[in-house]
Structure formats: structure tokens, C-alpha cells
């Protein structure tokens, strides 16, 4: 019968920085990650602060530092009839040593987490090892059946299991944990164009009739991401990408002499917006962390953050009773309730900008009802450099900042 302390379900940010946590304070910790590496194009690859900051503290900043990357400064906007631009958080002049967003592909970030865990002699991760379900003895979660690439099957018991694995985790289909799901009034359609000198940096907004962008400085291109209403893929596919970068280039005019670069449909990938979470995240024997717990929107940009400080409370709280190989039911209480606070108040912001600036967009009517606050608001915000702090620091830290646990400060010996 195969065993470990912590079953770590689910190998992205939250997995990974779990995993290496536990395993740097002496847990036996496996993590199961269903595919068989980490390469997956347009996912969330920004490295917040926080997580810069954590990396620092696990003596990971110099290897951190070396991964190809665009460090990101700035939040801009376009306003006024003629959309120029504006920046709304300037994340620079929250100081510090990490007073930046940087940019990098997810699957190195990863890769660095998950080659530090391996150090480790209480780590392991298995690619190519999807969890299907749990296993249960009297009410009580006691690890994983799973299913190997190439058809083996076996159960993995574990003391904890941790669902890290999305939106789409195992852990959803238990009725007591008690989905609670909000509306959307957008999906998002991702896609890449050339970035060239004289661009703008940083995070940049578009803006235009029914139509909202976010556009991510990554160097020598822009990953975007331009926001569609609801169910609305197919629908607009069918109307043509000539129509679609006729709007795209209506609301960054800056960007029209590249729109050719997009040729096929193939290059435009959909994303399922959704916005959710559970009532309970835990149940004996197990714990819901990052999208597992709560999906995010991509409002704000800070899913990642958000799921990462999940990652690193529940460490906090959970290393010494995996130390002593007990985790009682209070313990998986007490992650939920330190990071519930800050998951329900976030989502609660997103839901405000669903339903009173990004679905007032898309449908062609004027947010917040009417446009002379949004107005005030871009005059006082290009005025003001201590306002500009607050939206930076939201995206640096989120509203909680959490440390990690003593015993994971532990510093490479190489």
C-alpha cells in the first residue's frame, strides 16, 4: 500500500509552493500532477510581490532572478474622448525591494518550485498521475485513487489531501462542501500580438463600443486578453476576425498596424470566466486551496496571488500537526478561516465590477450608469500619487499578507 503525510492534489502554484513548504519542514509530501509537464500557453504568469518576496525568504531570488522575465511597474487605462492613457497603480512607488509584477512564463516558475522541492528527500511529484477520487473510511478522506497516463491504476493514502487542482478539482463534486457560484457577464478570448519601441509598458486597458482589453507587456509581444459577453464565442467567431480586429483595434488605435499579425482563429484561445467558491473547504482528511476553493475572475489579475498566500497559510497552520502525524478537522478549519475573509472581499470587488463597468460595457451602456463619475475619478486619479498607491498595493500583497512557516526559512546549503 503506497503512503505519504500530505497529498498534494494538483501540481500549479498552489501545489507546488505547498509541496516545496511542507518538504522543506521535514513533511512527507507527493504531489500528483496529471499532466507530464508543466507547458501550458496563456495562463496566469504573473509573479506578484508577495510571491517575490517568499522566493527571497526560501533563498530562491538569485536562481528566481535568472528566468527570462518582464518586470511590469505600471497599470494604465485609456480615458477622455481621445483614450489616452492614464495610470491607475503604480506599483513602483510602494518601494522595497519588489516593487514590481514580474512576468514569467508559468511552467518555469514551476519548474524552478518543483526542481528546489526535489532537493528534498520527503518530496516527490508524479507527472502523468491524474487523481480521480478519494478514498473515504468512515467520513474521513484518506487519500487518492488515481490513474497513471498509461492506464495503472492505484491508491495513494495520505494522512491530509490537499485539492490544489483548479476549478475543475475532484473535491467540487462533494455536495457538502457547497458550491456557491455568481453571475458573469464576460468570457475572455486570449491571443498574442508583436510589441514593438514606442509601446506602451506595463499593464494597459483598452476601451471601446461593447469592448474591453487588457493588454500584458511581455517584452517582445502582448499576451491579451479581450473580454466577450457571456456564451458569446461562437456566436462572434461566426460575424469573422476581420470584424473582431476592426473593435480590438477601434479601442487601441496604437495597435492597428500589427492587427494582420493575427491570421486564424486557431491563435485565439477561449476562457471560461467564472467566478465561485465553496461554502466549506474542508471535510476530515482534506482541504480546498486556490481555484479548488474559489475561481477567480480575471479582474484585477491577482487569482495567482490569491491562490499562492492560500498555499502558504495553509503550510503555517498546517506544519506541525503533519509533524505529528495528526491533522484534526479544527486544523483545516483554521486555514479556511484565515483566508476567508480575504476570498470573499475580493470576489465581493469583482462582483461590483461584473455588474457595474464590465457588463454595463459589453452590452453598450455607460458604467456605473452613467459616465460623469468615471470621469471625476480619472481626473483625480491622474492627479493624485498617493491614490495610485492603493490599487498597487492590492495587486502587490492582496488584502492579507501571509509568512510562511519557521521551519521552511531553512536556507539552501548549495
Known sequence: MERTTCCVVGGGPAGMVLGLLLARAGVDVTVLEKHGDFLRDFRGDTVHPSTLALLDDLGLAERFARLPQRRVTTVQLPVGPGRSLITVGDIGALGGRYAYIAMVPQWDLLDLL??????????SV????????????????????????????????????????GRGSIARALPEL??????????????????????????????GDRFLSALI?????????????????????????????????????????????????????LLDVRLDR?????????????DAAHAMSPVFGI????????????????VRPLG????????????????????????????????????????????????????????????????RRLPAYFLAYGALRERPPEESLRRPTR
Open 217 to 269: 507587456d511581455r517584452g517582445d509581444y502582448w499576451q491579451i486578453a479581450a473580454l466577450i459577453p457571456k456564451g458569446g464565442d461562437a456566436r462572434l467567431r461566426a460575424q469573422g476576425l476581420e470584424r473582431f480586429m476592426d473593435r480590438f483595434t477601434s479601442a487601441t488605435p496604437w495597435l492597428s498596424d500589427r492587427a494582420h499579425a493575427l491570421t486564424s482563429w486557431d491563435d485565439v484561445k
Open 178 to 207: 457547497g458550491l456557491k457560484s455568481f453571475d458573469c457577464p464576460m468570457d475572455a478570448w486570449w491571443f498574442r500580438l508583436p510589441r514593438r519601441e514606442g509601446d506602451p509598458s506595463g499593464l494597459v486597458g483598452g476601451v
Open 324 to 387: 505529528e502525524g495528526r491533522v484534526g478537522l479544527a486544523d483545516v478549519r483554521r486555514v479556511q478561516r484565515r483566508r476567508w475573509p480575504t476570498t470573499a472581499g475580493t470576489q465581493a470587488l469583482q462582483r461590483v465590477a461584473h455588474a457595474r463597468v464590465i457588463g454595463p460595457l459589453l452590452a453598450g451602456e455607460p458604467a456605473f450608469g452613467n459616465p460623469e463619475p468615471a470621469r471625476r475619478l480619472a481626473a483625480f486619479v491622474t492627479t493624485s500619487r498617493r491614490f
Open 114 to 123: 518543483a526542481d528546489e522541492a526535489g532537493r528534498e528527500s520527503s518530496f
Open 303 to 318: 487569482g495567482i496571488n490569491l491562490a499562492v498566500e492560500d498555499a502558504v497559510a495553509a503550510a503555517r497552520h498546517l
Open 126 to 165: 508524479r507527472m502523468n498521475t491524474e487523481a480521480m477520487s478519494f478514498l473515504s473510511e468512515r467520513g474521513r478522506v484518506n487519500g487518492v485513487r488515481y490513474r497513471t497516463s498509461d492506464g495503472r491504476e492505484g491508491e495513494l493514502r495520505a494522512t491530509l489531501t490537499v485539492a490544489c487542482d
Open 278 to 290: 465553496l461554502r466549506r473547504w474542508h471535510r476530515p482528511g482534506l482541504l480546498c486551496i486556490g
